[in-house]
Structures are given as structure tokens and as C-alpha cells.
């Protein structure tokens, strides 16, 4: 059985896109062990006890950086996670931590990265003038939302569109890319070369 740890701040809608797919038999072999939030008021915690699952807030404020990983890591290995999803979790994971769980955390991010890391990346992109954003699941690494990519979602910006529209459709294309990337990497027929994965045929 693999076991899914969730990390969040906030609204939470990406875990629920993966606890409905877990629900659904979506994510073979898997189930959600944990999900902790920094945040006591994140909307996704309430959610994740009305679901009836493990849910703990570990408040990062006022911590040093690596001292609130230390916790968050005890807590994710006492539920034996195997695989970490960060679901907008507003922190930059310490190079300790990353190295905890090695091609084992996951980020969602709502760009095509490499370009518009960072925040409010719909915002950016829309003030850009692209014709075309999406969204990216990736690993996470050291630098903020630039390990290898896991899997994209092309989104086109239409004419007709402002920057929250633009951010829906990007959303309902990231609950959809978030099972995928949970998949190929739990289905562990993949290798890493350089920055590219390459799924094995
Ligand atoms: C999403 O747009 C995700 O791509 C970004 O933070 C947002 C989190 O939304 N990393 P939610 O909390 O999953 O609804």
C-alpha cells in the first residue's frame, strides 16, 4: 500500500482532487495516511477531518525554517509516508528536508513552468499576454518550482478571458494533473535524465 502524506496552507482543492481520486480507485494501491497544514485556519485541514483523515496542524510561524521541517518530517515518517504532495503549501522545504524523501515530493504549480514561478503565476501570466498557460506537477527540489517535471496541462487563454477565469480553468486542468503525476511516479517505470523524465515503454 502506498501511503500519501498531503502538505497545505490553504483552500485544500487539490487534496480533495486526490482523496476523491484515491476514493474512486483512481490511484491504485493508495491511501492518504496524512495531512498536515502550517496553518490552523487553512479551509483544507477542516476539510481533511470532515473526511475522517489524519489531519495535524504544525504551525511553521515564529519557527526557524528547518526546526518546522523537523516536526513536519517526524510526523510525515511516523505515518509512514512514502510519497509527499505538496497541495499549496505556502513554504520552501529546507534542502534536509527535500533530501528526506529523495524523487518522493511532489509540487503542483498553476504555470507552465519554466515560466512563472513563483506567486500568483495565473496573475503573471495573464499580465504577460500569453496565449497559452497551464499548469505543472513536478518534483520538488532545493529552488522553488524547478525540479523535473512530472507532468503539464496546456491551458489556452482565450480572448474573452481575465485573470479569474483563467485561473478556473487552469484549476479544474490541475485536479486532473495531480492524479496523473501521482500515478507515474508510484508506478515507478520512469528515470530521470538530466532535468527530463522519460516514462519507460
Ligand atoms: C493551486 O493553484 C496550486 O497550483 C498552487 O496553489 C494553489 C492551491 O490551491 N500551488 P488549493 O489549495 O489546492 O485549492
Known amino acids: 500500500m502506498h501511503s500519501l502524506g498531503i502538505l497545505l496552507s490553504g ?3 487539490n487534496f480533495v482532487a486526490i482523496a476523491d481520486s484515491v476514493d474512486a480507485g483512481r490511484i491504485p494501491g493508495a491511501r492518504i495516511s496524512v495531512v498536515i ?3 490552523a485556519d487553512a479551509p483544507g485541514i477542516a476539510t481533511a477531518r470532515q473526511r475522517g483523515l489524519h489531519a495535524l496542524v504544525i504551525p511553521s510561524k515564529g519557527k526557524a525554517r528547518e ?7 517526524t510526523a510525515l515518517k511516523h505515518h509512514k509516508v512514502d ?5 499549496g503549501y505556502m513554504r520552501l522545504l529546507s534542502p534536509w528536508f527535500v533530501q528526506q524523501f529523495p524523487q518522493r515530493i511532489l509540487n503542483i504549480h498553476p504555470s507552465l513552468l519554466p515560466a512563472f514561478p513563483g506567486l500568483e503565476a495565473q496573475e503573471q501570466a495573464f499580465a504577460y499576454g500569453v496565449k497559452v498557460s497551464g499548469c505543472t506537477v513536478h518534483f520538488v527540489d532545493e529552488e522553488l518550482d524547478h525540479g523535473a517535471i512530472i507532468v503539464q496541462k496546456a491551458v489556452p487563454v482565450l480572448d ?5 477565469t483563467l485561473a478556473a480553468r487552469i484549476l479544474e486542468q490541475e ?3 495531480y492524479t496523473d503525476a501521482i500515478n507515474v511516479v508510484l508506478a515507478r517505470g520512469f528515470t530521470v535524465i538530466g532535468r527530463r523524465l522519460v516514462t519507460a515503454r
Open 67 to 73: 526546526e518546522h521541517d523537523r516536526e513536519v518530517v
Open 160 to 164: 474573452s478571458d481575465d485573470e479569474h
Open 83 to 87: 510519497l509527499v504532495c505538496l497541495a
Open 37 to 39: 497544514s502550517n496553518k
Open 175 to 177: 485536479h486532473v494533473a
Open 11 to 13: 483552500r485544500g482543492s
